[in-house]
């Protein structure tokens, strides 16, 4: 994350002078796209950790509630976090310092505090011998047949919830990256500023989006829970057509105000993004799950230890969409589809930005690169939403 702001530094700091503008603009490229990935992966194992501990430590009927408690501190920290940018409360006028800099900074001192407290505070169950002796080879062999049902299954549930997931972040991944470029492609100069527009618009639109998404998290768990028309899987029905179709309304919105309401009312949408999925995931896995009073000791014998691998086995014979023994490899495949579309989007951007850089004066030929991309991710979240009614509901 600190590399991921700090690209353009890294990359002034190796390079040498004689560097033509376009090898260093590639470098910088390069740099941004290495950051990213390494992120992606070192981030899995927390997001993994969290949403399980959700899972053994919640009844199904938990499941929907205690996501949608993650989600609003989810949205919450962002709120903070955008209305700190906005208010420009940070220090950063000295050094080289910029915004993103110096809200990188304070979000890994975040990260890491909250991690601590997370590792001290938790107490989580030993279930099953398989933590400390899950390498044997029928282990492995449950692992490999669990992702062909997991991918394979003419009805998984759990397949359904990652092909919308990949869908939707095609959309999404575009939409959070190059929302504040955009915004400021479009907005007119400050009054006695020659070509730059205002630094805050940015922060602004990014306020309203997590502002919005922040007190949806409230409102649309209360709206599912009164046993309405609105299930979960409805919800998100719903709100990534509404998603889809902001992204297409930028093809007649085109004022820096109505694309500012606009981007902020897709908080709604964000709002059940990070919320529904993992309560879909969280109470199937739940519902299946052993009690805790029959977990296995550490203490067992390899004998009742194989004896659950093969009773493992023909489970999941019996039951491919229900692989409630392995909630961490199913949460994993759920990252994967989440992640997968980050990276090709991430690649085909970094490599059009190659072939294609714009020049600084090219303003109107980069916002219409921008708008065309955010308008394609409004499409897949359209074909997101068609595969989303495939969806059962918990």
């Not at 740099?31 to 399980?52: C, D, E, H, N």
């Not at 940018?85 to 800099?101: K, N, R």
């Not at 959070?176 to 639109?205: F, N």
């Not at 085909?348 to 394609?376: N, V």
């Amino acid at each position: 994350m600190s590399c991921l702001a700090r690209a353009e530094p890294i990359v002034h700091s190796i390079v040498t002078n004689t560097t033509t503008q376009a090898a260093h603009r590639a470098y910088i490229v390069v740099v941004t796209m290495l950051s990213v990935f390494a992120m992606w992966v070192t981030v899995q194992p927390i997001q993994v950790g969290l949403r399980t501990l959700i899972t053994d430590d919640c009844t199904p009927q938990e499941q929907a509630e205690a996501n949608a408690w993650a989600a609003r501190y989810n949205n919450l920290a962002a709120a903070l976090s955008h209305l700190a940018a906005w208010l420009d409360l940070l220090p950063h006028s000295t050094g080289g310092h910029t915004v993103f800099m110096d809200m990188s900074s304070f979000a890994i001192l975040l990260l890491t505090i909250t991690i601590v407290i997370s590792c001290l505070a938790v107490r989580e169950p030993l279930r099953h011998r398989e933590s400390s002796i899950n390498t044997s080879k029928t282990s492995a062999r449950v692992t490999l047949y669990d992702l062909r049902k997991l991918c394979f299954a003419r009805s998984g549930h759990v397949r359904n919830v990652c092909l919308v997931q990949f869908f939707s972040w095609l959309g999404w991944f575009p939409f959070l990256y190059y929302v504040v470029t955009y915004i400021q492609s479009i907005s007119k100069p400050l009054q006695g500023m020659i070509k730059e527009p205002d630094p805050r618009i940015g922060p602004l639109t990014l306020l309203a989006f997590s502002t919005v998404a922040f007190f949806a998290s409230i409102s649309l768990p209360i709206l599912a829970s009164t046993g309405t028309y609105f299930s979960l899987r409805r919800l998100w029905i719903v709100t990534l057509t509404l998603f889809g179709i902001s992204m297409l309304a930028t093809l007649v919105v085109t004022s820096t105000a109505g694309t500012v309401l606009l981007f902020g009312l897709v908080g709604c949408s964000w709002a059940s993004t990070v919320w529904v999925p993992f309560a879909l995931l969280g109470a199937d896995t739940s519902k299946h799950s052993p009690p805790m009073e029959h977990a296995t000791p550490l203490s067992s014998s390899e004998d009742l230890f194989d004896s659950e691998q093969a009773q493992c086995l023909l489970n999941i014979k019996e039951d491919g969409n229900h692989l409630s023994s392995h909630p961490g490899l199913i949460y994993g495949l759920h990252n994967v589809s989440i992640c997968l579309p980050q990276m090709l989007v991430s690649l085909g951007m970094g490599f059009y930005s190659l072939l294609h850089g714009r020049e600084t004066g090219a303003r109107g030929e980069q916002t219409l690169d921008l708008a065309w991309t955010l308008r394609l991710g409004g499409v897949f979240a359209l074909v997101a939403a068609y595969f989303a009614t495939r969806l059962k509901d918990i």
